[in-house]
């Protein structure tokens, strides 16, 4: 299953470096399933791999001006702030078990993989089903900056809560909300998934234990895989890369689901 696991850690940089997220989202599921790395653990793994790889990401779009550095701001003060709160106090206090009544019992790491699905699935809807805009150009930050900051509160509960760096929410949100165009919302992304990752891996300094040889080779892996995706993109038209997001996400949010509710 490792070997797998390894192919996916491709997967999991191509999509980072191709469309600007979706790398945590197919990180949880590959450590999880494949590395049978428990849950809750894995959050901690999964900001590690994708906080690394999305910094080199980043790194390549400052260098080509595909970054909105005002609006990556924007995002990342309100999703880092909630990242803190999140890890610091709000996932300590939560139980390990949610319910119990009878034979059912739900656990907490049943459940952040369930929220963690239905998320995707309302985030690649809301891109299927967006319509096309002829000032996609524009920048709505001016506009809607209080909506920007809402937004990026409630994906720092994501990713403080499951681990993600929230590229998967992060791109609906940079086009529906900021109308970026895709190309910049990807690198933008990278901004904030970096700002999120890191945030999130010093809140959990000292207090989980970390193989670190497995991250390192996980990492090593998935670079190269981002490094192809970056390449790759800049032959891709943004309406492509935007739709095949979308169903991409989709795909793994109704798979992930599936998996745990007949668990």
């Known amino acids: 299953m490792e070997i797998i696991g390894y192919v996916a850690a491709v997967l999991i940089g191509l999509s980072l470096g191709l469309i600007g997220g979706g790398g945590s989202i197919m990180t949880m599921p590959v450590l999880v399933y494949l590395f049978r790395v428990p849950p809750m653990l894995a959050t901690s793994y999964s900001l590690i791999v994708v906080g690394i790889i999305s910094l080199f990401g980043f790194a390549g779009h400052l260098k080509r001006k595909t970054v909105s550095v005002q609006t990556g701001l924007l995002f990342g003060t309100a999703s880092v702030i909630s990242i803190f709160l999140t890890r610091h106090f709000l996932l300590p206090a939560i139980p390990s078990v949610i319910l119990r009544t009878g034979n059912t019992i739900i656990h907490f790491s049943t459940l952040t993989m369930i929220l963690f699905a239905l998320l995707m699935i309302a985030a690649a809807i809301a891109m299927i089903f967006q319509r096309a805009r002829p000032d996609e150009k524009e920048h709505s930050t001016k506009k809607r900056p209080v909506?920007?900051?809402?937004?990026?509160?409630?994906?720092?509960?994501?990713?403080?809560?499951?681990?993600?760096?929230?590229?998967?929410?992060?791109?609906?949100?940079?086009?529906?909300?900021?109308?970026?165009?895709?190309?910049?919302?990807?690198?933008?992304?990278?901004?904030?998934?970096?700002?999120?990752?890191?945030?999130?891996?010093?809140?959990?300094?000292?207090?989980?234990?970390?193989?670190?040889?497995?991250?390192?080779?996980?990492?090593?892996?998935?670079?190269?895989?981002?490094?192809?995706?970056?390449?790759?993109?800049?032959?891709?038209?943004?309406?492509?890369?935007?739709?095949?997001?979308?169903?991409?996400v989709l795909l793994m949010g109704a798979y992930m689901l599936i998996t745990e509710l007949i668990k």
């Open 147 to 248: 909506l920007l900051l809402v937004y990026g509160g409630l994906i720092g509960l994501t990713t403080g809560l499951l681990g993600a760096g929230g590229g998967f929410l992060l791109i609906p949100a940079l086009v529906l909300f900021a109308r970026l165009p895709m190309k910049e919302a990807i690198g933008t992304s990278l901004m904030i998934i970096t700002l999120n990752s890191f945030f999130g891996m010093l809140a959990d300094l000292g207090h989980v234990h970390l193989d670190m040889a497995l991250l390192l080779r996980i990492t090593l892996v998935a670079t190269g895989g981002l490094a192809a995706g970056m390449y790759l993109g800049r032959f891709i038209q943004s309406s492509r890369l935007k739709l095949g997001f979308a169903v991409f």
